[in-house]
Nanobody, 119 residues
Framework: QVQVVESGGDLVQHGGSLTLSCVTSGFTLDYHTIGWFRQAPGKEREGVGCISSSDNRTNYVDSVKGRLTISRDNAKNTVYLQMNNLKPEDTAVYYC????????????WGQGTQVTVSS
């Protein structure tokens, strides 16, 4: 059974740090590109960044560049999202998704984890 489970969300102060984990099972993580997404209240879901399967290349949306870092440990079937210098506008439910194509809608998604940044 394919599963993607996020964890690590918490309440943190402005300027603080947090690391989210995305644990996968039921498929070979090595072959999948992993994306992190977020959805704030009243807003559409947006992509935060992703890490490729082939060369671990990462890409980030401009608003998080320099503050968020995605890494993966295929041996542990886990992908991480390290978040530093958090801002109130980073408050959202964060989702992890795995795909072997460019179609995220067909990927495997987790249930999300809440990150709240207080001002």
């Amino acid at each position: 059974q394919v599963q993607v489970v996020e964890s690590g969300g918490d309440l943190v102060q402005h300027g603080g740090s947090l690391t989210l984990s995305c644990v996968t099972s039921g498929f070979t993580l090595d072959y999948h590109t992993i994306g992190w997404f977020r959805q704030a209240p009243g807003k559409e879901r947006e992509g935060v960044g992703c890490i490729s399967s082939s060369d671990n290349r990462t890409n980030y949306v401009d608003s998080v560049k320099g503050r968020l870092t995605i890494s993966r440990d295929n041996a542990k079937n886990t992908v991480y999202l390290q978040m530093n210098n958090l801002k109130p506008e980073d408050t959202a439910v964060y989702y992890c998704a795995a795909t072997t194509t460019t179609n995220w809608a067909r990927g495997a998604w987790g249930q999300g984890t809440q990150v709240t940044v207080s001002s």
